[in-house]
């Protein structure tokens, strides 16, 4: 009886080893095939709501914590200054439109002038020169008594008259192509105004600053009477709720089994009875080691877990494929994440 306690014995204690020992491949496998991480956030994209104009804030729309929709009107700057430089603008813009009109009317009532001028240039042209030639074909005689003292200074008198008739007609051509330039500055100056208007009437948008998409609203601390303007300092921020994903940091030695586009499993601590399916997007290709930083600008993610020395882990970012209920979702709530691996339909595409 003994005997057949022992071996009972025995074979129970084996069943009990071999059990643990078959549980622990299966654990194994699993975490081998299937990754998690329980070192894993919450994140959405965030912006900084900056005035693109400075002034007072004449009315605030949004309150902390709110949810905006795309196009909501967020706060109003005192439009006032702005109102009245795109009123200044479009007066100098009326101003230059009437002078312009005055210009080419007088440019078209100078337009045969200018014709008529080229051609009188052209004509007293020709009688100096002819002038000039009977003149220079007649001073040799003189001397000779071929031809009389008076012939000499009548073709001289000639000469100058005609000298004179040029200068004048050069003089009625420069003022009439003077004219064709004065109106092409004004239409130069008139480009340059229609930017000052262009650029007022933006600033006076700008004063409305509204949302650019479906967000919350977050570090709002101002009220109505603040003065704002652009610089480094936000009014508040907005987080975008269209796009929400996980970034979870994984072993270095796991990153094996990882890759963009696998099927993920997402649970959010702040209501952990559900479970969202999400997807890999991709895998950090840099980080900065605790005790060796390489770059600014790059992550740093810490090698130690509590006082375990553990391997670099690398941030794989997971986007978030069914985001409600929505409340669920806040910025730098952990999560624990779980690389499901591809999906029939992508193993499909990526074995073909």
Known sequence: MSDVRRSVGRFIVFGIVAGAVVLGIVVVRRVVQYPQTDDAIVMADIISVVPQVSGTITELHVADNQPVKQGDLLFVIDPRPYEFAVQRARADMAALDGEIE?????????????????????????????????????????????????????????????????????????QAEKDVGDLNALLAKREAAHAALGKAELDLNFCYVRAQFDALVVNLHTTIGQFVAPGPTPVFSLVDTRVWYVVADYRETELKHIAPGMDAEVYVLTDPQYHFRGTVQGIGWAVNPEDQPIVPGVPQVKRELYWVHIAQRFPVRIRIQNPEPSHVFRVGASAVAVIRGWGPDKAAGAAG
Not at 113 to 129: D, I, L, N, W
């Open 102 to 174: 005055v210009t080419q009317r007088h440019i078209d009532g100078q337009r045969f002038a200018v014709a008529a001028a080229k051609a009188a240039v052209e004509r007293m042209e020709a009688q100096v020169k002819n002038a000039t030639d009977t003149l220079h074909r007649l001073e040799p005689l003189l001397p000779k008594e071929f031809v009389t003292p008076d012939k000499i200074d009548q073709v001289r008198t000639s000469k100058l008259t005609a000298e004179a008739g040029l200068d004048e007609a050069r003089r009625k051509m420069d």
